[in-house]
Protein backbone atom coordinates (compact mmCIF):
# COMPACT_ATOMS: atom_id res chain seq x y z
CA UNK A 1 0.00 0.00 0.00
CA UNK A 2 1.33 3.91 -1.15
CA UNK A 3 1.20 6.23 1.71
CA UNK A 4 0.91 9.83 1.20
CA UNK A 5 0.06 13.09 3.43
CA UNK A 6 -1.29 15.95 1.91
CA UNK A 7 -0.48 18.80 4.91
CA UNK A 8 -3.17 21.32 4.59
CA UNK A 9 -6.98 20.98 3.58
CA UNK A 10 -6.56 23.61 0.80
CA UNK A 11 -3.98 20.58 -1.33
CA UNK A 12 -6.89 18.73 -1.80
CA UNK A 13 -7.83 17.77 -5.55
CA UNK A 14 -11.60 16.60 -5.79
CA UNK A 15 -10.35 15.17 -9.24
CA UNK A 16 -7.76 13.38 -8.33
CA UNK A 17 -9.46 11.21 -5.11
CA UNK A 18 -11.80 9.26 -8.30
CA UNK A 19 -8.62 8.30 -10.26
CA UNK A 20 -7.20 4.57 -8.71
CA UNK A 21 -8.69 3.44 -5.59
CA UNK A 22 -7.93 6.16 -2.58
CA UNK A 23 -9.09 5.87 1.00
CA UNK A 24 -8.88 8.87 2.10
CA UNK A 25 -8.25 9.63 5.96
CA UNK A 26 -8.98 13.87 7.44
CA UNK A 27 -6.72 14.41 10.68
CA UNK A 28 -7.64 17.30 12.53
CA UNK A 29 -6.59 16.84 16.19
CA UNK A 30 -7.70 19.88 17.68
CA UNK A 31 -10.47 19.24 17.35
CA UNK A 32 -12.64 17.89 14.95
CA UNK A 33 -11.81 14.62 14.04
CA UNK A 34 -11.01 14.18 18.14
CA UNK A 35 -14.72 15.15 18.72
CA UNK A 36 -16.03 12.84 15.79
CA UNK A 37 -14.19 9.57 17.22
CA UNK A 38 -15.53 11.07 20.88
CA UNK A 39 -19.00 11.13 20.16
CA UNK A 40 -19.09 7.57 18.43
CA UNK A 41 -17.46 6.51 21.29
CA UNK A 42 -20.08 7.88 23.78
CA UNK A 43 -23.05 6.77 21.66
CA UNK A 44 -23.52 9.23 18.99
CA UNK A 45 -25.90 7.75 16.25
CA UNK A 46 -23.95 9.30 13.53
CA UNK A 47 -21.69 12.58 12.78
CA UNK A 48 -23.09 14.53 10.38
CA UNK A 49 -20.09 16.99 9.34
CA UNK A 50 -21.67 20.31 7.24
CA UNK A 51 -19.09 22.87 5.49
CA UNK A 52 -20.96 25.71 6.51
CA UNK A 53 -23.37 26.77 9.29
CA UNK A 54 -26.19 27.23 6.65
CA UNK A 55 -25.66 23.41 5.35
CA UNK A 56 -25.42 22.53 9.30
CA UNK A 57 -29.25 24.20 9.66
CA UNK A 58 -30.13 22.50 6.40
CA UNK A 59 -29.33 18.99 8.16
CA UNK A 60 -31.16 19.97 10.81
CA UNK A 61 -34.33 20.97 8.84
CA UNK A 62 -34.32 17.36 7.97
CA UNK A 63 -34.38 15.44 11.18
CA UNK A 64 -37.05 15.32 13.70
CA UNK A 65 -36.54 17.48 16.61
CA UNK A 66 -35.05 16.66 20.02
CA UNK A 67 -33.21 13.85 17.67
CA UNK A 68 -29.87 16.11 16.97
CA UNK A 69 -27.05 18.30 18.54
CA UNK A 70 -25.49 21.71 16.42
CA UNK A 71 -22.39 21.79 16.99
CA UNK A 72 -19.44 24.27 15.66
CA UNK A 73 -17.27 26.76 15.42
CA UNK A 74 -16.13 29.38 12.85
CA UNK A 75 -12.48 30.17 12.81
CA UNK A 76 -12.65 28.88 16.42
CA UNK A 77 -15.61 31.06 17.57
CA UNK A 78 -18.64 29.65 19.28
CA UNK A 79 -21.83 29.82 16.81
CA UNK A 80 -24.77 31.48 18.26
CA UNK A 81 -27.26 28.39 18.87
CA UNK A 82 -24.63 25.81 18.33
CA UNK A 83 -22.68 23.77 20.61
CA UNK A 84 -19.01 24.78 21.43
CA UNK A 85 -17.49 21.38 19.80
CA UNK A 86 -15.05 20.46 22.56
CA UNK A 87 -14.59 16.61 22.38
CA UNK A 88 -14.95 16.42 26.45
CA UNK A 89 -18.14 18.18 26.89
CA UNK A 90 -20.15 17.68 23.58
CA UNK A 91 -19.66 13.67 24.09
CA UNK A 92 -21.05 13.59 27.23
CA UNK A 93 -24.67 14.18 25.81
CA UNK A 94 -24.37 13.15 22.55
CA UNK A 95 -26.82 10.14 22.48
CA UNK A 96 -28.00 11.52 19.27
CA UNK A 97 -27.25 12.39 15.98
CA UNK A 98 -24.25 15.26 16.10
CA UNK A 99 -24.63 17.70 13.04
CA UNK A 100 -21.08 19.32 13.17
CA UNK A 101 -19.11 22.26 11.51
CA UNK A 102 -15.68 23.34 11.80
CA UNK A 103 -13.57 25.67 9.93
CA UNK A 104 -10.75 22.68 8.90
CA UNK A 105 -11.76 19.09 9.80
CA UNK A 106 -15.55 18.96 8.59
CA UNK A 107 -14.34 21.16 5.80
CA UNK A 108 -11.34 18.72 4.64
CA UNK A 109 -13.84 15.74 5.32
CA UNK A 110 -16.59 17.20 3.03
CA UNK A 111 -13.42 17.52 0.22
CA UNK A 112 -12.88 14.24 0.34
CA UNK A 113 -16.23 12.44 -0.27
CA UNK A 114 -15.56 11.44 -3.93
CA UNK A 115 -12.74 9.19 -2.26
CA UNK A 116 -13.42 5.35 -2.71
CA UNK A 117 -13.66 5.13 1.41
CA UNK A 118 -13.18 8.21 3.83
CA UNK A 119 -12.59 8.17 7.52
CA UNK A 120 -11.80 10.60 10.32
CA UNK A 121 -8.67 10.27 12.21
CA UNK A 122 -6.89 11.62 15.13
CA UNK A 123 -4.71 10.42 18.14
CA UNK A 124 -7.12 8.98 19.91
CA UNK A 125 -8.11 6.08 17.13
CA UNK A 126 -5.28 5.96 15.40
CA UNK A 127 -4.55 1.69 16.64
CA UNK A 128 -8.55 1.45 15.96
CA UNK A 129 -8.41 2.64 12.33
CA UNK A 130 -4.90 1.32 11.42
CA UNK A 131 -5.94 -1.82 11.96
CA UNK A 132 -9.11 -1.66 9.59
CA UNK A 133 -6.99 0.39 6.84
CA UNK A 134 -4.33 -2.40 6.54
CA UNK A 135 -6.51 -4.41 6.02
CA UNK A 136 -7.29 -3.04 2.20
CA UNK A 137 -6.22 -4.04 -0.93
CA UNK A 138 -2.43 -3.47 -1.79
CA UNK A 139 -3.09 -1.24 -4.52
CA UNK A 140 -4.39 1.11 -2.93
CA UNK A 141 -3.50 4.56 -2.14
CA UNK A 142 -3.80 6.27 1.82
CA UNK A 143 -3.91 9.52 1.42
CA UNK A 144 -4.40 11.32 4.67
CA UNK A 145 -5.35 14.86 4.85
CA UNK A 146 -3.87 16.85 7.84
CA UNK A 147 -6.80 19.75 7.70
CA UNK A 148 -3.63 22.53 8.83
CA UNK A 149 -5.51 26.19 10.08
CA UNK A 150 -6.36 28.61 7.70
CA UNK A 151 -4.54 27.67 5.02
CA UNK A 152 -1.35 26.71 7.21
CA UNK A 153 0.15 23.66 8.36
CA UNK A 154 -0.56 22.54 12.02
CA UNK A 155 1.80 21.11 14.17
CA UNK A 156 -1.13 18.86 15.75
CA UNK A 157 -2.44 18.06 12.49
CA UNK A 158 1.29 16.51 11.16
CA UNK A 159 1.64 14.83 14.25
CA UNK A 160 -1.50 12.86 14.29
CA UNK A 161 -0.92 11.98 10.50
CA UNK A 162 2.44 10.39 11.81
CA UNK A 163 0.69 8.37 14.59
CA UNK A 164 -1.78 6.75 12.05
CA UNK A 165 0.87 5.79 9.78
CA UNK A 166 3.22 4.30 12.43
CA UNK A 167 0.74 2.48 13.75
CA UNK A 168 -0.41 1.37 10.03
CA UNK A 169 2.90 0.37 9.61
CA UNK A 170 2.93 -2.05 12.54
CA UNK A 171 0.33 -3.91 10.86
CA UNK A 172 1.87 -4.00 7.50
CA UNK A 173 4.44 -2.97 5.18
CA UNK A 174 4.10 0.20 2.93
CA UNK A 175 5.45 2.93 0.91
CA UNK A 176 5.18 6.07 1.76
CA UNK A 177 5.87 9.49 -0.08
CA UNK A 178 8.65 12.16 1.03
CA UNK A 179 5.11 14.04 2.57
CA UNK A 180 4.39 10.57 4.60
CA UNK A 181 7.76 10.63 6.04
CA UNK A 182 7.78 13.57 7.22
CA UNK A 183 4.47 13.27 9.07
CA UNK A 184 5.89 10.01 10.63
CA UNK A 185 9.56 11.79 11.70
CA UNK A 186 7.33 14.91 13.42
CA UNK A 187 5.29 11.41 15.46
CA UNK A 188 8.79 9.31 16.19
CA UNK A 189 10.80 12.18 17.26
CA UNK A 190 8.50 13.51 20.26
CA UNK A 191 6.75 10.75 22.49
CA UNK A 192 4.66 13.12 24.52
CA UNK A 193 1.44 14.18 22.57
CA UNK A 194 0.32 16.34 25.08
CA UNK A 195 3.70 18.26 24.75
CA UNK A 196 3.34 18.62 21.43
CA UNK A 197 -0.37 19.39 21.51
CA UNK A 198 0.15 22.48 24.43
CA UNK A 199 2.90 23.73 22.39
CA UNK A 200 0.91 24.21 19.01
CA UNK A 201 -0.63 27.11 17.52
CA UNK A 202 -4.09 25.91 18.38
CA UNK A 203 -3.24 24.01 21.17
CA UNK A 204 -2.32 27.25 22.57
CA UNK A 205 -5.68 28.61 22.10
CA UNK A 206 -7.34 26.45 23.45
CA UNK A 207 -5.52 27.05 26.84
CA UNK A 208 -6.46 30.26 26.59
CA UNK A 209 -9.87 29.36 26.33
CA UNK A 210 -9.91 26.97 29.58
CA UNK A 211 -10.20 24.01 27.03
CA UNK A 212 -7.02 22.39 28.92
CA UNK A 213 -9.45 18.94 29.59
CA UNK A 214 -10.13 19.02 25.75
CA UNK A 215 -6.64 19.36 25.25
CA UNK A 216 -5.87 16.25 27.72
CA UNK A 217 -8.36 14.17 25.95
CA UNK A 218 -6.93 15.16 21.89
CA UNK A 219 -3.58 13.75 23.27
CA UNK A 220 -4.65 10.49 24.66
CA UNK A 221 -3.31 8.11 21.76
CA UNK A 222 -5.61 5.04 21.12
CA UNK A 223 -7.63 5.46 23.73
CA UNK A 224 -10.88 5.30 21.18
CA UNK A 225 -11.95 2.21 19.43
CA UNK A 226 -13.59 4.32 17.10
CA UNK A 227 -13.24 3.62 13.33
CA UNK A 228 -15.70 6.74 12.21
CA UNK A 229 -16.13 5.89 8.44
CA UNK A 230 -17.96 8.53 6.46
CA UNK A 231 -20.70 7.20 4.36
CA UNK A 232 -23.06 9.42 2.27
CA UNK A 233 -23.91 12.51 4.58
CA UNK A 234 -22.86 10.52 8.13
CA UNK A 235 -20.06 9.29 10.34
CA UNK A 236 -20.63 6.06 12.30
CA UNK A 237 -18.68 3.71 13.88
Not at 31 to 43: M, N, P, R, S, V
Not at 49 to 76: F, K, M, N, V
Request: proline fraction near 3%; include cysteine; hydrophobic fraction near 45%.
Amino acid sequence: MNIHVLTRKEEIEEAQLVRGSKIAVAVDVLLATTTIAACLEKGAVQVIPAATREEALEHAASLPADSYILAGEEQARPIEGFVYPGPVHLAAGAQKTVILVTTNGTAALRKLQSAEEVYAGSLVNARALAFVLAAKPEEATLLITAAGNAGEISLEDMYGAGCLIDAVLKEKTCTLTDAARTALSVYQNEPNARHVLESSRVGKKLLAYNMEEDLEYASTVNSSTAVCRYINTGISN
